[in-house]
């Protein structure tokens, strides 16, 4: 079983920081790509940041300059520092990895509940 929990969301004023982690654990023996998504009320699920294992990283338009993803392949653990936020952020922010179990098994992809982020103006 592997499990992705995310932490780190809240309520924050426009202008504000926030910083999301996302923690894989269970039965992992290897992480590829790590990456964090959002969706608001009424919209699809949009990729936000994306870092693959050797920590190459790709961003959206509408966050470059403003989030930043990082991970710690130690922890199994993923991070996005989001900087000057705007209320257009707001959404719930979901974890995604890229896991494989065993020496046997491909690469299957993994979801975290989710996390609210609510910027207000």
Known sequence: QVQLVESGGGLVQAGGSLRLSCAASGSIRSINAMAWYRQAPGKR????????????????????????VS???????????????????????????????TRYSGLNPYWGQGTQVTVSS
């Open 45 to 68: 699920r949009d990729m936000v940041a994306f870092i693959t294992s050797d920590g190459t990283t790709n961003y959206a338009d509408s966050v470059k300059g403003r989030f930043t």
């Open 71 to 101: 991970r710690d392949n130690a922890k199994n653990t993923v991070y996005l520092q989001m900087n000057s936020l705007k209320p257009e952020d707001a959404a719930v922010y979901y974890c995604y990895a890229e896991i494989s179990r």
